[in-house]
């Protein structure tokens, strides 16, 4: 995983969203990576958000200088190689243009899919913009 091996935990139960992972993990919300397959302009856009809230694509969408909507199933499949619920930062067929939410940051340790619903990984935020070659950005408005 891009010079990275980080121990993979595995669940015993399916971790496919954030309040999931949280109950099996015992942590934050914030602490939750998820992975989010949008499209930016009919391209992939992969965000890593905070499981502490949701994405503002309307809001996003305005500061990446574009039009964002929900990827579907099939995309997110086709882009990752892998499946909503389990969709990995990294690990995919050609590399997805990538932000990570800055709330992420707030936390020394972040927990992201491994590429199934099962697996998660402890990792930051730091390293997740070093491995996806992401941006590390705001993903709603100022308060």
Same mark, same amino acid.
Not at 82 to 100: F, K, M, N, S, Y
Not at 116 to 143: F, K, M, N, Q
């Given at each position: 995983?891009?010079?990275v091996?980080?121990?993979?935990?595995w669940l015993?139960e *399916?971790?496919?969203t954030?309040?999931?992972?949280v109950?099996?993990l015992?942590?934050?919300p %914030?602490?939750i990576?998820n992975?989010?397959v949008?499209?930016?302009d009919?391209e992939?856009?992969?965000?890593?958000?905070? %499981?502490?809230?949701?994405?503002d694509t309307q809001w996003l969408? %305005?500061?990446?200088?574009?039009?964002?909507g929900r990827a579907?199933?099939?995309v997110?499949?086709a882009a990752?190689g892998?499946?909503?619920?389990?969709v990995?930062?990294? %690990?995919?067929?050609?590399?997805?243009?990538?932000?990570?939410?800055e709330?992420l940051?707030?936390?020394?340790t972040v927990? *992201?899919?491994a590429g199934?619903a099962?697996?998660?990984y402890p990792t930051? *935020?730091?390293?997740?913009?070093?491995?996806?070659?992401g941006?590390?950005?705001?993903?709603?408005?100022?308060?």
């Amino acid at each position: 995983m891009h010079g990275v091996h980080p121990p993979v935990r595995w669940l015993d139960e *399916a971790a496919s969203t954030a309040a999931l992972a949280v109950a099996a993990l015992g942590i934050e919300p %914030g602490q939750i990576a998820n992975s989010l397959v949008f499209l930016l302009d009919g391209e992939p856009l992969l965000v890593l958000t905070s %499981g502490g809230h949701r994405v503002d694509t309307q809001w996003l969408g %305005g500061e990446l200088g574009g039009t964002i909507g929900r990827a579907s199933a099939s995309v997110v499949k086709a882009a990752t190689g892998q499946t909503i619920g389990g969709v990995a930062p990294v %690990g995919h067929p050609r590399a997805l243009r990538t932000v990570v939410d800055e709330a992420l940051a707030e936390y020394g340790t972040v927990w *992201a899919a491994a590429g199934h619903a099962h697996t998660v990984y402890p990792t930051s *935020a730091s390293e997740l913009v070093r491995v996806t070659g992401g941006v590390l950005r705001a993903v709603v408005p100022p308060a």
